[in-house]
């Protein structure tokens, strides 16, 4: 028989597709014969739940209002670990008591999956992680790794399942951004950027994919710097490829950040990317090859970083040539599955089949 693998999660929101799609690339290429993967939501239902279930994933949602103060919540979980019996919990969202519950109920091995160190509505305060009650954490960087205290602390990197690389119809004057709309993002930096082009790009536009607690605070910005023609809030955009097809730049400002899907899903359709220096982002961008880095909150750095690959084509375009030669054999989600496949295996190895 396989092992019995679960996946916890929290947001089955649009805003929680990055986490989503690690699990369904684990689906995809992790042997269905050695593993059974499911997933759990733990919060409310979502379309990432519906997503899952076409793609042949069981999935379950357990109502849990706080984790820290829903008894209820509580209670309905073990119940339902105890009925389902795992061999391995992979945990990518929740604290100790969550993973204490799993680990008590059934004795299964508990993969604790560090996606970010900061909080996301606490900016310049580093997220307290506690890794205890786990049996080994996974970090999507080594930056991110540097906040685990954990003695089986495993860095691998998130993957990606690629479409053929297709021609795109880039519109010279039009920059991306993907982000959840809150500050640690650093969306309010883009902006005032775009300001700064203004004059010199009269044509140029931003579209922002993405939603959150600051959308009506950045439109209001917008505005007041006079950017209500030329930046587009396009919310939650799902799937993003055509949209990827027409952008010049992307560009990630985040103050923080771990490993951002978005950038690599932009690297690997060969864009260019202008993004901060921070967190797991100088793992993965080349400074001056496969884009632009810049000092995080630096306004006038990054409207010079954009001011430059917007007005040399033939630099964007060797910059994202060589972003999507350097995704495509680093970053994929074959080889992040024999990666997670191979610690699964380490810590089952006297682990009898049930």
């Known amino acids: ?18 986490i989503a799609r690690i699990v369904a690339s684990l689906h995809r290429h992790i042997p269905r014969t050695d593993f059974e993967i499911s997933a759990c939501f733990v919060g409310r239902d979502g379309p990432l739940v519906t997503d899952f279930s076409g793609l042949g994933i069981p999935v379950r949602v357990i109502p849990w209002k706080h984790p820290s103060r829903d008894l209820a919540g509580a209670v309905r979980f073990a119940t339902f670990l105890s009925r389902s019996r795992f061999d391995l919990i992979h945990f990518h969202w929740g604290g100790p008591k969550l993973r204490r519950i799993a ?13 970010s160190s900061v909080e996301e509505n606490r900016l310049g305060r580093p997220r307290r992680i506690p890794t205890h009650n786990s049996d080994a954490v996974i970090a999507v960087s080594k930056s991110i790794a540097a906040s685990s205290k954990h003695p089986t602390t495993r860095v691998i990197y998130t993957g990606l399942d690629f479409s053929p690389l297709a021609p795109r119809a880039e519109d010279p004057n039009l920059c ?9 993002k650093g969306v309010f930096y883009l902006l ?15 579209e922002i994919a993405g939603d959150g607690p600051l959308r009506a605070e950045l439109q209001s910005e917008a505005d007041r710097l006079g950017l209500n023609q030329q930046v587009k809030f396009l919310g939650w955009v799902n799937p993003l490829d055509q949209l990827r097809a027409r952008w010049a730049v992307l ?36 400074d001056g090859a496969t884009g632009v880095l810049v000092p995080a909150a630096d306004v006038n750095a990054l409207a010079a970083a954009i ?3 917007l007005k040399n084509a033939t630099l964007r375009h060797r910059m994202g040539n060589e972003a999507a030669r350097t995704v495509r054999e680093r970053f994929s989600g074959q080889r992040m599955a024999e990666e997670i496949e191979a610690l699964y295996l380490e810590l089952l190895g006297n682990h009898d089949k049930r």
């Open 192 to 206: 005032q950027a775009a300001a700064l082009l203004k004059k010199d790009f009269p044509s140029l536009r931003v």
């Open 103 to 115: 680990k008590m109920i059934g004795g299964a091995k508990v993969v604790f999956h560090l996606h």
């Open 307 to 309: 001011r430059t690959l």
């Open 176 to 184: 991306g951004c993907v982000a959840r709309l809150t500050e640690v």
């Open 251 to 286: 560009v990630q400002p985040s103050l923080e950040e771990g490993l951002p899907l978005s950038l690599l899903e932009a690297m690997a359709d060969g864009i260019p990317v202008v993004t901060s220096r921070v967190g797991g982002i100088p793992e993965v961008v080349r």
């Open 1 to 18: 028989m396989p092992y019995r693998v679960l996946h916890v999660l929290w947001d089955s929101e649009r805003s929680g597709t990055s």
